[in-house]
């Protein structure tokens, strides 16, 4: 007789299914294949790096962001995470599991320098430990579904995300319970293995705060070069058509990659995607004496989509970097000054800055002035057009 999920949930209590993972992970033998995921099988590798490529790509996260992995287990995906320059906080409901994630984290140290040390945090299955609005993103890999209490977890998952937060999940579809593997851990391990009707889901996280959700199609799928040649081309075939499609279904009903939105993301300066400006000076040209103060007005306007950021050397801080050229085009010194900004400054917004250099080369030259988002780009590489101010330098 197949275990219907419901009837767990009715039978054991949010405690006690916890307890159930503990029971799991503190007496699993041999757990080389939880560490080396997503690298840790032939057969499971190539879906797993799809999934998990789509989950991260869909949640838009910048180095520095402050990243809650729900369901972390060992805490694989946290220590990836981790690696590409994001503070992690590992969550999950059995301490041993976080356990086996810190000795992962010290058998297997990271390369290079890294924004943060990793946080772990046992969850009592009902609140976070954290403060309201404190992570960026919350990233949910083939955990959810084993939530009991869906509505309190995800009411504390908005709780805890910043306004313009996103919690993105990789899970199972409706029909998930039915399968053999799960009827086997339901039995097994009185573990909970729950469907997951996306309507009914998203319905549920409006009610707890959030505002808006978007799927990511899942797709595996060969085609032939004449395919190929076909899906490039204006017109599809009937028979293309339906097996993109048929594709579509198949994929979507085993299974869903979804974002929940917390408030409007809006795009920032950690990415060149929306990064455009318009710079202007009432100083087109004049003469100065080699050594004197000279003040350069500068008038910009963020004309693209994505905030400014601020912030000094941090990755994606904008600030105005001046180059100097002589007026036969060759370059001599770049990063003569660097111009940051105090605040964040926001789509349409003008802002005005006194740059001050102190010219010693003699001759006729120019300051070439540029936006740059630190280790992002120049922005006029990006088709923003710099500003050059030709000085004539005489001698003191």
Avoid at 211 to 231: A, K
Wanted: hydrophobic content about 40%.
């Amino acid at each position: 007789m197949l275990i219907d999920p419901q009837d767990v949930i009715a039978k054991w209590s949010v405690k006690e299914l916890n307890d159930a993972a503990e029971d799991y992970f503190k007496n699993l033998e041999g757990f080389a294949a939880g560490y080396s995921k997503p690298f840790f099988g032939l057969n499971h590798t190539p879906q797993l790096l799809t999934k998990l490529g789509q989950l991260i790509g869909g949640l838009r996260m910048e180095p520095g962001m402050t990243v809650l992995e729900f369901g972390a287990g060992a805490c694989w995906l946290s220590r990836h995470l981790n690696q590409l320059g994001l503070k992690t906080i590992s969550c999950d409901v059995s301490p041993s599991a976080l356990a086996r994630g810190k000795e992962l984290f010290a058998q297997y140290p990271l390369i290079g320098s890294l924004p943060a040390e990793p946080q772990f945090l046992l969850f009592d299955g009902h609140r976070f430990d954290l403060p309201a609005a404190s992570v960026d993103r919350i990233i949910c890999f083939d955990a959810f579904h084993h939530v009991p209490n869906q509505e309190t977890v995800l009411r504390e998952m908005s709780r805890i995300l910043k306004p313009s937060g996103v919690a993105g999940f990789c899970e199972p579809g409706k029909n998930h319970s039915q399968t053999q593997d799960s009827q086997e851990e339901m039995r097994k391990f009185r573990v909970l293995e729950n469907d997951i009707d996306i309507v009914k889901l998203f319905g549920l996280a409006e009610q707890c705060g959030f505002y808006d959700i978007q799927l990511t199609v899942m797709q595996n799928m060969e085609v032939r070069l004449s395919d190929q040649v076909e899906i490039v081309s204006p017109l599809w075939s009937e028979r293309l058509t339906n097996l993109v499609h048929g594709n579509i279904r198949a994929t979507m009903s085993n299974g869903h990659i979804f974002f929940l939105y917390n408030g409007a993301v809006l795009p920032d300066s950690r990415k060149a995607e929306g990064l455009s400006y318009k710079m202007t000076s009432s100083l087109i040209s004049t003469t100065v004496k080699a050594g004197e103060r000279l003040v350069l007005p500068i008038k910009v306007t963020n004309t693209g989509t994505a905030r400014w950021l601020s912030g000094g050397t941090a990755s994606g801080s904008v600030q105005i970097g001046v180059s100097l050229f002589d007026t036969d085009g060759v370059f001599h010194q770049q990063d003569v000054v660097r111009h940051q900004f105090s605040r964040a400054i926001e789509p349409g917004e003008t802002v005005v800055a006194d740059i001050v250099v102190a010219p010693h080369r003699l001759g006729r030259l120019f300051y070439r002035l540029d936006m740059v988002s630190e280790q992002v780009c120049w922005m006029g590489s990006l088709g923003s057009d710099q500003l050059d101010i030709e000085v004539t330098v005489v001698a003191a």
